[in-house]
């Protein structure tokens, strides 16, 4: 009953966040540091206020961090994608990493196809992404049009994303103990990947607003 509890308590903050907070320019710049910069991936039909928190906690760890996108991306995977790579060539620094909530994920399998991002992203952490489709994936029917080829569970866009073992390799793909949004777990692992864990969160969005999450995540950065 606490965690069901505690999954509500983190939807209900997510829904306010995503829809009753204010972006203001200051949420767009970010620290001065050596540290290789952060770039923070929101999933589907969310935007840069859902990462505001995680964002916040990096840099107090003086980690550099843009967010991306700036609003809820309601476009078509590949559209998100051409728009991460020209945001990621514009960061000035030669490496970056990047941590990307569920579809966020996929965006950026997408985007790694292109040779010059793959060259500048360092790592890839991925949290609760259904990097081979999700059973909810196949079935979200108002998605025909836009993404249901790169939710469906083993579409063949899903496939071919996966194909290439040296992307693979820069993914750490994490997934939360119990999701309820992304499921099977295996959906949310990857052959090849440089790590596929699980992390003692329950819920989908607790994956990017519990402080437990935001230590597995910090763990993993490089500096």
């Not at 965690?3 to 204010?22: D, G, M, P, S, V």
């Not at 609760?128 to 063949?156: D, T, V």
Request: hydrophobic residues 40%.
């Amino acid at each position: 009953m606490r965690k069901i509890l505690a999954i509500w308590r983190q939807r209900i903050r997510f829904f306010r966040l995503e829809h009753f907070t204010r972006l203001h320019e200051k949420d767009f710049t970010t620290i001065q540091s050596k540290k290789t910069p952060v770039v923070l991936v929101a999933g589907i039909y969310a935007g840069g206020r859902s990462l505001l928190p995680l964002k916040k906690f990096l840099e107090s760890q003086n980690y550099p961090v843009y967010l991306a996108p700036e609003k809820q991306n309601y476009e078509v995977v590949s559209i998100l994608a051409k728009r991460l790579e020209k945001q990621i060539q514009n960061i000035p620094a030669p490496k970056v990493q990047i941590v990307a909530h569920s579809m966020g994920g996929i965006t950026v399998l997408q985007a790694l196809q292109n040779p010059k991002t793959f060259a500048k992203v360092k790592q890839v952490i991925t949290l609760g992404s259904p990097l081979n489709g999700c059973l909810l994936g196949s079935l979200a029917f108002l998605e025909q049009r836009r993404n249901q080829k790169y939710l469906a569970l083993n579409s063949r866009v899903i496939e071919k994303l996966n194909l290439n073992p040296k992307i693979n390799r820069k993914i750490r793909a994490l997934h939360a103990y119990f999701d309820g949004i992304v499921f099977p777990k295996k959906s949310t692992q990857l052959a090849c990947a440089k790590e596929n864990s699980e992390i003692p969160i329950y819920g989908h969005v607790g994956l990017i607003l519990a402080k437990k999450s935001w230590q597995e995540i910090l763990k993993r950065l490089v500096k």
